[in-house]
Each structure stands twice: as C-alpha cells, then as structure tokens.
C-alpha cells in the first residue's frame, strides 16, 4: 500500500512539473527556474538566461522522470511506454516555452528581483 501512495504521489508531483501539463508552466515552473537562475546571476548577470533555461528544463525532464517512476511503482507488472509522437509534442512544447522566457528575459519582462524597483 505504502509503495501505491508513494508512486501515486510521484506521478502526480511528476504530472505537474511535466510538460504534459501546460497550464502550470506560468505558476510552477519558470518560477523555479527562475529561483534557480537567481545565485548564478549574483556571479555574473550574463548567466541569468543560460540557467533560467536550463532550470526550465530541468523541471520538465525531472517531471518526467518521477511521472515514469511513479506510474511504474503503481502498476509494477506492466512498463510503461511513452510514444515518440507525445515525446516530440512535449519536446516542441518546451522549446517553444524556452522561446518565450528567452524573448520575456530580452525585453525586460523578465527581470532581476532588484530591477524591478529601479
């Protein structure tokens, strides 16, 4: 029982940060990669965006990693395959997501915390 409610949860924290889940992009994770960025930028504000994207990937490729991970732990017999149409969606998907924090971070929309009250 543990081993279902741990997958389950997993899955579900997956799900969220995954970029099957669009609509959280917004509020969960260009927030986080936004808080990831935010040390690196103290070093040098030239890798605020090179992290930014890369902290934005990070959540999707960690979503999908604990989506995997939590749905096999909940149906351990059967293993799960992901198609390569839905990967190459959610492939495109965060690239075009990565587009729009890049061009936000150009033109000022996104900024350092500081910044905004300059």
């Known amino acids: 029982m543990k081993q279902k ?24 994770n260009i927030p986080l990669a936004y ?3 935010l ?18 990937w990070g959540t999707n490729i960690i979503g999908l990693m604990l989506m995997h991970n939590g749905i096999e732990s909940l149906i351990k017999k059967d293993r799960v395959e992901f198609s390569k149409n ?16 890049a061009v936000f971070i150009k033109i000022g929309w996104l900024k350092m915390p500081l910044e905004y009250f300059q």
Do not use: E, Q
């Open 5 to 28: 409610i741990k997958g389950g949860i997993l899955a579900a924290v997956g799900y969220i940060l995954s970029p099957l889940s669009w609509w959280n992009d917004i509020i969960i």
């Open 39 to 56: 040390p690196f930028s103290f070093i040098s504000k030239n890798l605020f965006l090179p992290m930014m994207i890369i902290g934005y």
């Open 86 to 101: 839905k990967l190459t969606k959610d492939i495109i998907i965060s690239l075009v997501y990565t587009l729009v924090v």
């Open 35 to 37: 808080i990831f960025a």
